[in-house]
């Protein structure tokens, strides 16, 4: 039954529309900027985060049948507040309105903001069998075309003989041009076909290296039917999310942001992949089969990935016998080394998983096979002592997770049979009320424990040599003010890159938001780091490790205007003590101007900003709004402005955007950037970038 409190908040929801509209990719770009901005990489990619927001912003979600991974896979809602939302659902046999949602416990007004144009309530409608019609009349065809490009010359494109080239790894194959492509139909999230191809800079295209054109082809055909036993089918690239990441997850993860109680990741199984990521996905075939709340899921993939070969022995009959001495993930090839490492290492990966879900709980074992053609077997140092090494790796893991009222318990454990070693995490969330829960997580991941594809919750991107416990917490001071909060210490029991012995640290986090209004945010960030690391400054053959601290401030503030402006202003301030290089600090001050509004096709984007570093020690991270599926937080270190301009305009009703990107940074006094042949004569780096979509 709809009330006058109801009424009351769609008012209060809406209000702010009549003068202000948001088109959807800004309220999708808002949630992707939360989740980068805490990545602090200068390249990464999240395509499958927006292609799924996206997705729910033009089908939202039927809150009257959406199931737990649905809601789920919004990133936006807590563990409580689905589990509340489902039990709540059957109570009343369905809602009539999604306002009713704030007489629940766990749900208030700005979770409402955050999910409400990715929901809807509406009547159930009977389930249909599909026919191949709704397929071409429902499904809908995408094609990315795009370009983008450094303005100044290289040192590596400096013209100059093929023969040269061979014998020196300082010059690039290929132009200075970037190109992308990527046609993909879809019918809802139960069909999905699609081919992505791309050429990163330096590379050839349908050139002596490249003869088959792009360095980069992706192929993918997926079909997902959650009603029927057979539910999930992956042909050609895919990827494969299992438990807690501990022994297998090829899609993104995060780890610690200030959303600092929703630490549970939720495995998805198999999923398409349409990404550039040239080393994170499998490449075969999977099929999830179910009954009711059991399913399986097995999957079979080989493909190459770039081995740093070494010859270790003569044979007899005069062969070399080569090894794998490293594995490299950046996937360029664009000088000859680089070429020379190119798929010259065969993967096989097998898997399998079992899983039963009923209501709040869920419980599931995997087992995964890992091959290479050649054997593996990281440089002879000392830091490397416990890392894996032959040409097999097995691992097994259990993993859970139960959902009761306000409390959420998870966890996973898994050996490597390498080395036997075995490894757990383990957390917990419990919301005290609607306005404070708090979440705790214990890890150990031991010094010899191995797993290529695992992504679980840590300080470091590995899930190896450390042990941590983190606690973390959400309040809701008040109707404006909110507080994020986190603690985690960490340590590791053997040498680990840059630290050459046994380690331990923590990092704090506090961040005090004041939102009065919808129109209005302001946010107060801290965070302060402590890590050990081998000092610079040392006169013997043994490298003393010393212990650094590093802190970091950030005001930021959003302002939306009348007419469809908005502004973005941000401030950072970044210190680091450690006693071989002293105090050094840095700063950056950066202001971005948008325009937004839904009766105009045009969209713009502005941002300028300076910068001061004493170091790359106190380097600042700042995410910029790109090209659609483009994402990048270029660092900011040295002294310097940064601008850039981006323009995106919406044709032929809808069904095409165009955008066009400039950039720059400039730096002060600088008579070169970067180095080898990286290396750029002068003080500019500027780039463009254009791209066209095209929907049908």
Not at 540 to 548: A, G
Request: glycine content about 8%.
């Amino acid at each position: 039954m709809i009330t006058l409190r109801h009424i009351g908040v769609a008012f209060l929801l809406f209000l702010p529309f009549m003068g202000l509209t948001q088109k959807k990719n800004d309220v999708i770009q808002q949630r992707i900027e939360f989740i980068a901005e805490e990545l602090e990489a200068e390249n990464i990619s999240l395509e499958d985060v927006f292609d799924l927001l996206y997705y729910y912003y033009d089908h939202p979600l039927n809150l009257n049948d959406a199931s737990r991974d649905d809601l789920q896979e919004l990133r936006l809602l807590s563990d409580f507040q689905i589990n509340e939302l489902i039990e709540e659902r059957e109570k009343r046999n369905g809602f009539s309105t999604v306002y009713e949602l704030t007489d629940l416990k766990y749900w208030d007004i700005p979770t409402l903001e955050n999910v409400l144009p990715f929901i809807v309530v509406a009547p159930l409608e009977e389930e249909k069998e599909r026919d191949w019609l709704e397929y071409v009349k429902d499904g809908k065809l995408e094609a990315y075309f795009r370009y983008q490009r450094v303005l100044e010359e290289k040192r590596g494109y400096e013209e100059v003989s093929d023969e040269e080239k061979e014998e020196s790894n300082s010059y690039y194959w290929g132009s200075p041009d970037k190109v992308y492509s990527r046609i993909r139909y879809t019918h809802k999230k139960d069909l999905s076909i699609g081919i992505t191809m791309e050429k990163d800079a330096g590379e050839q295209l349908f050139g002596k290296t490249q003869p088959q054109g792009f360095d980069f082809y992706s192929g993918h055909a997926y079909y997902s039917n959650d009603s029927k036993f057979l539910r999930k089918v992956a042909v050609g690239d895919f990827q494969v999310e299992l438990g807690q990441a501990l022994a297998f997850w090829t899609g993104y993860a995060f780890n610690k942001t200030v959303d600092a109680t929703n630490l549970r990741k939720n495995a998805r199984g198999l999923r398409p992949y349409a990404s550039v990521d040239e080393t994170r996905f499998m490449r075969g075939g999977g099929i999830e089969l179910g009954w009711k709340g059991l399913s399986l899921t097995t999957w079979a993939s080989r493909k190459g990935v770039d081995g740093s070969l070494q010859v270790v022995d003569t044979l007899e009959s005069g062969a070399e016998a080569r090894m794998a001495s490293s594995i490299n993930l950046s996937g360029f090839h664009r000088t000859t080394s680089e070429l020379e490492r190119k798929n010259s290492l065969q993967e096989t990966v097998l898997g399998s998983n079992l899983k039963y879900e009923y209501r709040g709980f869920q419980v599931g074992v995997s087992a995964i096979t890992q091959r290479f053609d050649l054997p593996y077997a990281r440089a002879d140092r000392l830091v490397n002592k416990y890392e894996f090494g032959g040409d097999e790796l097995t691992n097994i893991s259990a993993d859970y997770s139960y959902i009761y009222r306000n409390l959420s318990i998870f966890g996973e454990v898994s050996q490597s049979r390498s080395s036997n070693a075995v490894a757990v995490l383990q957390g917990a969330s419990v919301a005290l009320s609607k306005s404070a829960s708090l979440s705790a997580m214990y890890r150990n991941y031991p010094k010899d424990y191995h797993a290529f594809y695992a992504r679980a919750f840590g300080e470091s991107s590995r899930p190896i040599n450390e042990r941590g416990f983190y606690l973390g917490g959400q309040f809701d001071l008040s109707d404006s003010w909110s507080l994020n909060t986190y603690v985690d210490f960490f340590s590791s029991p053997w040498l680990r890159f840059r630290v050459d012995a046994p380690s331990e640290g923590h990092e704090v986090l506090g961040q005090l938001k004041y939102r009065p209004r919808t129109d209005l945010e302001l946010f107060l960030r801290v965070r302060e780091q402590q890590k050990m690391q081998n000092s610079r400054d040392y006169e013997t053959n043994i490298r003393p490790v010393e212990t650094y601290t590093q802190r970091t401030y950030r005001l930021s503030g959003r302002f939306k205007l009348q007419g469809g402006w908005q502004l973005k202003s941000r401030v950072d301030y970044v210190t680091d003590f450690r006693e071989s290089m002293g105090f050094q600090d840095g700063f950056s001050v950066s202001q971005d101007l948008l325009y937004r509004s839904k009766g105009f096709p045009l969209e713009f984007t502005f941002r300028y900003a300076i910068f001061d570093t004493e170091s790359y020690d106190v380097r600042i991270y700042s995410y910029e709004y790109n090209l659609q599926n483009v994402f990048s937080i270029p660092v900011y270190f040295g002294q310097g402005s940064r601008g850039y301009a981006m323009v995106r305009y919406t044709f032929m009703n809808g069904k095409c955007d165009l955008w066009l990107r400039y950039a720059a940074f400039v730096f002060d006094g600088e008579g070169s950037l970067s180095s080898g042949p990286e290396t750029i004569q002068g003080n500019v780096r500027s780039e463009v970038g254009a791209q066209l979509r095209i929907r049908l």
